[in-house]
């Protein structure tokens, strides 16, 4: 049974960095072809694609939020971690792991998902 | 970044057929496979096609997809009550950064 879940801070600061970790169970990210993604929800708003990293340690991001974050990865722990950095109130959101394949770079289990609220 | 273009919002009375659109360019579903996630209220998003029409295990086949060109669809036959939810289309493009459609809310009359 694979599960997966988000957990780190539910109200940071403008300016602030954010650190999410999805802990996860049910398989390993060093299996040929799995992949973790993180997707945010804004309240009210659509699904938007953040990254994903992959078994190789490949690594992908929305090319808008590039230069903010940080995907890692440890296999050991059955975890990965987000990173966001310069915090804005535009970042809050609902922010999901999820488990995915490479190919067909589908997500086929999530995480519940944590609200994460950007302000002073 | 690719954007996908969902309508915002679709409808239907139980036992209908309803589709849902998703309109993207030859740089995303022009190259690569199309999946489809339905989010109930409330609720973190399901998986319900992959690979453009492929269903995972415990989806009804009351759910299809299908695509031609740079659009995919989204097919649900004889509308249920429980039907009603927010749904994505999903790709990647020439990057493999991932993209979202802008979700159809889904409303059973």
């Known amino acids: 049974q694979i599960t997966l879940k988000e957990s780190g801070p539910t109200l940071v600061k403008p300016t602030q960095t954010l650190t999410l970790t999805c802990t996860f169970s049910g398989f390993s990210l060093s299996t040929t072809g799995v992949g973790v993604g993180w997707i945010r929800q804004p309240p009210g708003k659509a699904l938007e694609w953040l990254g994903v990293i992959f078994w190789d340690d490949d690594k992908r991001y929305r090319p808008s939020l590039k230069s903010r974050l940080t995907i890692t990865k440890d296999t050991s722990k059955n975890q990965v971690v987000l990173t966001m950095t310069n915090m804005d109130p535009a970042d809050t959101a609902t922010y999901f792991c999820?488990?995915?394949?490479?190919?067909?770079?589908?997500?086929?289990?999530w995480g519940q998902g944590t609200l994460v609220n950007v302000s002073s | 970044q690719s954007v996908l273009t969902q309508p915002p919002s679709a409808s239907g009375t139980p036992g209908q057929r309803v589709t849902i659109s998703c309109s993207g360019s030859s740089s995303d579903i022009g190259t690569n496979t199309v999946n489809w996630y339905q989010q109930l209220p409330r609720t973190a998003p399901k998986l319900l096609i992959y690979s453009d029409d492929q269903r995972p295990s415990g989806v009804p086949d009351r759910f299809s997809g299908s695509k031609s060109g740079t659009s995919a669809s989204l097919a649900i036959s004889g509308l249920q009550s429980e039907d009603e939810a927010d749904y994505y289309c999903a790709t990647w493009d020439d990057s493999l950064n991932g993209v979202f459609g802008g979700g159809t809310k889904l409303t059973v009359l």
């Open positions: 999820a488990h995915g394949w490479y190919w067909g770079y589908y997500f086929n289990y």
